[in-house]
Nanobody, 119 residues
Framework: QVQLVESGGGSVHAGGSLRLSCVAS??????MGWFRQPPGKEREGVAI???????MYADSVKGRFTIYQDNSKNTLYLQMNSLKPEYTAIYYC???????????????WGQGTQVTVSS
């Protein structure tokens, strides 16, 4: 089973940027995604990328976040720009094998990395 290790979280002011990374071992899966869990709320999907580079974003982050991966390094990234306080959450990397990359089908998770955006 693939193991996922995230890094890159931290604290920033509103309007700032962060880039999250996720290393998959032994290798990336056909579907890779980022999810987040705000304080006191359920986990939600943020962005997905397929092995072929197709992407999908939650409406709340479109135009602000970019998901991409470097398959040669088995690493997934999430570039987050123009951050808002409501983006404060634990961000999780996730993986799934299969042709359907729907948010609700992901079952393999990293440990999460905290992102805090202050106003």
């Amino acid at each position: 089973q693939v193991q996922l290790v995230e890094s890159g979280g931290g604290s920033v002011h509103a309007g700032g940027s962060l880039r999250l990374s996720c290393v998959a071992s032994p290798h990336s899966s056909s579907c890779m995604g980022w999810f987040r869990q705000p304080p006191g709320k359920e986990r939600e999907g943020v962005a997905i990328v397929t092995w072929y580079g197709n992407t999908m974003y939650a409406d709340s982050v479109k135009g602000r976040f970019t998901i991409y991966q470097d398959n040669s390094k088995n690493t997934l990234y999430l570039q987050m720009n123009s951050l808002k306080p409501e983006y404060t959450a634990i961000y999780y990397c996730a993986a799934r094998w299969g042709g359907d990359c729907s948010y609700d089908l992901f079952r393999v998770w990293g440990q999460g990395t905290q992102v805090t955006v202050s106003s």
